[in-house]
């Protein structure tokens, strides 16, 4: 079984308009609940005029769900939102739909269509990436290999991080468990076996968005 689990890629606002109603989404990646409610707070504020905030968002930890119909008729905005994230097993997602009221009633069917529009096409904007346990590696690095190295590394689905820069360069590099090895023997017939990369730890880190 695939280790891991999937969130947004990266944050997103979309919108579109039904029978004259605005719809404005609003869509991020959140660690805590805590954060989770800012960003609600944070739409308030921004659209303070608006009809309706509805949203939901989903934790890991402590298998969080929550979710509000913000004054529209039960269950017709915060599940059907709700239902888009769990179709997709996306993870620590927070998500507002604003609602601007167009004078025109759009009826339960018509709401909950709209609702989950809005929460799938800020999805679909935001993208997803897949989280999963890499390895963090120390690379010793001459100048002259330095941007030699930065594109062995890359081609390797590795990510640089940070750099150290003395006598040496101390590149600290994350990569996917089967990155790391092919990178190292890479590092060990570009530099005539002289550098030799040193484990640093490990880490949960999102990978490249998803198609």
């Not at 609003?26 to 960003?39: D, F, H, M």
């Amino acid at each position: 079984m695939r280790e891991g689990y999937r969130v947004p890629y990266e944050a997103a606002e979309t919108e579109f308009t039904e029978k004259r109603s605005r719809f404005i989404t609003n869509l991020w990646r959140v660690e805590t609940e805590a954060e989770a409610r800012e960003r609600i707070e944070e739409i308030r504020k921004r659209h303070y005029d608006a009809r309706h905030h509805c949203w939901c968002y989903i934790l890991r930890d402590g298998g969080v769900v929550r979710y509000s119909d913000d004054g529209e008729p039960q269950g017709t905005a915060g599940q059907p939102m709700l239902n888009v994230f769990q179709r997709q097993e996306v993870t620590n997602v927070c998500c507002v739909v604003t609602r601007y009221f167009g004078g025109v009633l759009l009826g339960a069917g018509g709401l909950t269509r709209a609702y989950g529009r809005g929460a799938k096409d800020g999805l679909d904007a935001a993208g997803t990436a897949w989280v999963s346990r890499w390895t963090l590696w120390d690379v010793p690095c001459t100048y002259p290999l330095f941007e030699r190295l930065k594109l062995e590394l890359a081609a390797r689905g590795g990510v640089l991080r940070s750099a150290d820069y003395g006598a040496e360069i101390v590149l600290h590099a994350a990569f996917s468990p089967e990155g790391a090895a092919a990178f190292a023997a890479r590092l060990t017939e570009l530099s005539a076996g002289r550098l030799v990369m040193v484990p640093a730890g490990e880490e949960y880190l999102p990978g490249p968005r998803e198609d």
